[in-house]
């Protein structure tokens, strides 16, 4: 074990051991007021406002305060807050990879506001008018509208107020960090009409310098979000609001002169423009809740969203204008969700019925540049092409639709006994079309003859499923809980688009629907007064056929051709635990932070395909055994907090400490699938100094090291990877007004 995590472990014992202490000195008389210093952590992770204490699965939640305390801007900046999570950044916002949970990818639902960001390019919102952020591990299809198999994550937002509530913030630092934040609600007619309005705009100079000396890697980001709250009587309301981010980085990274090997050398990187990718991602929502009483309380959810990122990037890593991608992606997305809920005697029930539809375009060309052909490629050709504009598209478009039913029901047996029985029943339907050729898009580099095959609509794949769960759970007080709990999940196949562009054998290039079964048993508990509070999760995964996601490039008559193939692992499976806890030992001093342990890895796959070279097809080897992608096995972070008051006003510390072992981002040998262990320390400051005005300095990455977190998958014309660096050490001050 190394240093860094056995720092992280003996911060979470130090702090454990202190709130024993304090209670060992503190403890009261008898018919002494008990002092409670840990707050309460209210949650609505199965659709119902209730403690955290009181929810059998593990469940981890990031505060208001924790979120502004490490300067997180975006979603992709939780990355290391909890628990065998992993927030898979890349690039720039427009580029977020998902987030894995216990050791898998792509599997996750992401929600604001019980709205599902269906697509990763939707996905990287800003957090900066955010109440509370759930991290809900394990299926969830029994309790959210989507069937998310490895977890959920859903930011809740705040609601309008009908007191005037507000705050601006403006900060400076270091790289040209610039940022504004102001936020405003009220009334507009008293306890009827309420409305709020956010906005944030953030921007910095860039990182890392290009080898022409331009400032690259920053970050250029305009955010706004408001809502309408309407009650026209006191049991029902009704909210209808909408966002907008536009996101317009400078993306150019580094890349790998030997990436194969075991070792690899980093060089700036060269290019003849600066490569974009920018995002314009916004939605609009309208809800309505009527609670009859406290047997029936009824929801409804209607949301639209679209995304449009666009990226031109200088593929050639070469100062010559020679070869360059650009492309639009699109994605519409449709929602609504109706479900009603109630308690009756020692019942409390769901029950839901859930629509969602989406639409994925993606156009990706590629074109030669002036400078084709001229010396700076060092006789370098792509063939007879010798096409002035584009000289390769590819087109997909995929649409995703699934109507289900879902619901649960909660039996109180004893007072301390608790039965949870849930079932979700989802009908599936994936269309998909793709286009691909040498006169229009890319992929098809120095093909002999143009080449343009049709437009390929492949079946439609039509999954139904059955999925169930259920728990039991024993209070023996209002402060312990301790539980077990199944559940199941599935993720529908579906068609290998690229690959079997223009074949006759479809079947063959069918994958196959993904299930799971999940186990957990937990402990959670309230301790030495409250002074401590702690949960405690044990679990293991089950999984048959899983999905795993791959791309390799073949030579095909002198051609360079890129293939994205999806193919099945007959069985993988995955085991560990988390801890996650808060310990006030004294009213000014607090600590928090989690742990986890996971081994994730494939029970059986025999003959995966795996890229063991540049080019060429790829080989079947035995992964048996092998670690999954995304899953490192250690992970964790402890935060201690000081809080207390002088002549002007309160003032807060925070210093966080993260860590997260290795892991590797894709099956293989290539030495750049490899990510290091990353640790980080953040810190932050904050005081008032007048009624209402505060100022605050954060850091985040103190300790300035950065990692290689993830790369291209395909090489240059050289042999070069590109590859994507965190950010260094950020420092900057901010001045907060709150009226």
């Known amino acids: 074990m190394n240093m860094s995590r056995c720092t992280i472990l003996a911060g979470i014992a130090a702090s454990a051991l202190m709130a024993d202490l304090a209670q060992a000195q503190t403890t009261p008389a008898a018919g002494a007021p008990v002092v409670v210093f840990t707050d309460e952590i209210l949650v609505t992770a199965r659709r119902r406002e209730e403690s955290l204490l009181d929810v059998a699965s593990s469940v981890a939640v990031i505060s208001a305060d924790t979120i502004t305390a490490s300067g997180s801007a975006t979603f992709s900046d939780l990355g290391f807050s909890a628990a065998n999570v992993v927030f898979n ?13 216990r050791g898998i990818q792509g599997r996750t639902g992401i929600y604001v506001d019980d709205i599902l960001l269906g697509n990763e390019a939707s996905a990287n919102v800003a957090v900066n008018d955010v109440e509370r952020v759930e991290i809900l591990r394990g299926p969830q299809g029994t309790t959210f509208g989507r069937n998310t198999l490895a977890g959920a994550v859903n930011t809740i937002t705040r609601r309008p107020s009908f007191d005037w509530t507000g705050s601006a913030k403006g900060a400076y630092g270091n790289y040209g960090r610039r940022g504004l934040d102001a936020y405003v609600s009220g009334p507009l007619v008293d306890d009827v009409l309420a409305f709020k309005a956010s906005a944030v705009r953030l921007k910095t100079d860039g990182y890392e310098v290009d080898a022409d000396g331009n400032d690259v890697m920053t970050q250029d980001l305009w955010a706004a979000r408001g809502t309408f709250l309407f009650t026209p009587a006191e049991n029902l309301r009704f909210l209808v609001g909408g966002d907008y981010q536009y996101d317009d ?35 609009a929502f309208f809800r309505g809740e009527f609670e009859a009483s406290d047997a029936l309380k009824l929801v409804s959810i209607t949301a639209l969203r679209k995304t449009r990122s666009d990226f031109y990037l200088d593929y050639d890593f070469l100062s010559a204008d020679i070869f360059y991608e650009k492309g639009p992606r699109n994605v519409d997305e449709f929602s609504h969700e109706f479900r009603a809920s109630g308690d009756v005697g020692i019942v409390s029930w769901l029950a839901g019925i859930y ?20 010396p700076a490629t060092g006789g370098l050709t792509l063939g007879q092409l010798g096409l002035p504009g584009a000289i390769s ?7 995703n639709s699934s109507l289900a039913g ?86 529908t196949g579906g068609f290998n688009a690229s690959a079997c562009n223009g074949s006759t ?30 949960n405690l999760a044990a679990f293991y995964l089950d999984y048959r056929n899983l999905q795993r996601n791959q791309r390799f490039f073949y030579q095909v008559d002198g051609s360079t051709v890129q293939i994205d193939t999806t193919t099945n692992a007959a069985r993988a499976s995955g085991r560990g635990v988390e801890l996650e806890f808060q310990a006030r030992p004294m009213e000014a001093l607090s600590f928090d932070g989690s742990v986890g342990y996971q081994d994730s890895h494939y029970n059986s796959y025999p003959n995966a395909p795996v890229r063991v070279a540049l080019s060429g097809a790829p080989q079947l080897r035995d992964l048996s055994g092998d670690a999954l992608p995304y899953a490192p096995k250690w992970t964790g972070s402890v935060a201690a907090n000081v809080t207390g008051n002088h002549a002007l006003g ?34 932050s400051a904050e005081t008032e100094i007048a009624k209402g005005v505060s100022i605050a300095v954060r850091a985040r990455n103190v300790l300035n090291k950065q990692y290689i977190i993830n790369q291209s998958y395909d090489a240059s014309f050289t042999g070069q990877f590109y590859v994507a660096r965190s950010e260094p050490r950020y420092v900057w001050a901010e001045v907060r007004f709150d009226f």
């Open 650 to 683: 309160e003032f807060r510390l925070r210093a966080e400490l993260q860590y997260r072992d290795p892991y590797k981002t894709a099956d293989g040998p290539f030495y750049i699938y490899q990510i290091k262990s990353q640790t980080n320390l953040n810190l």
């Open 89 to 101: 950044n890349s690039v720039n916002v427009s580029g977020f990879r998902g987030v894995s949970i």
């Open 406 to 491: 879902y619901g649960s029901v909660d039996i109180r047996v004893t007072p301390q006994l608790k039965v949870v029985l849930g079932a979700r029943y989802s009908h599936d339907t994936v269309r998909e079309e793709t286009f691909t050729g040498n006169l229009t898009s890319r992929f098809v580099i120095g093909a002999v003859t143009p080449q343009v095959h049709p437009i390929v609509a492949y079946p439609k794949i039509t999954s139904n499923r059955f999925t169930p769960s259920g728990s039991i759970s024993y209070e023996p007080n209002d402060d312990m809980n301790l539980y077990a709990t199944i559940g199941t999940g599935y993720q």
């Open 249 to 283: 980085p400078i993306v150019n990274a580094y890349h790998l002169v030997t990436g194969p090997g075991t070792t690899y050398v980093e060089n700036t990187i060269a290019t003849s423009f600066q490569n974009k990718n920018s995002r314009e991602n916004y939605g």
């Open 393 to 399: 598209t590819q087109y997909l478009r995929r649409d």
């Open 505 to 534: 054998t479809l079947a063959s290039c069918e994958y196959k629907p993904e299930t799971l079964t999940s186990y957990e048993i937990g402990y959670k508990a309230r301790l030495f007064d409250r002074k401590l509070q702690f």
């Open 355 to 374: 629509y969602y539809d989406s639409k994925y375009i993606d156009r990706n060309s590629s074109f030669l540049g002036v400078d084709y052909g001229g």
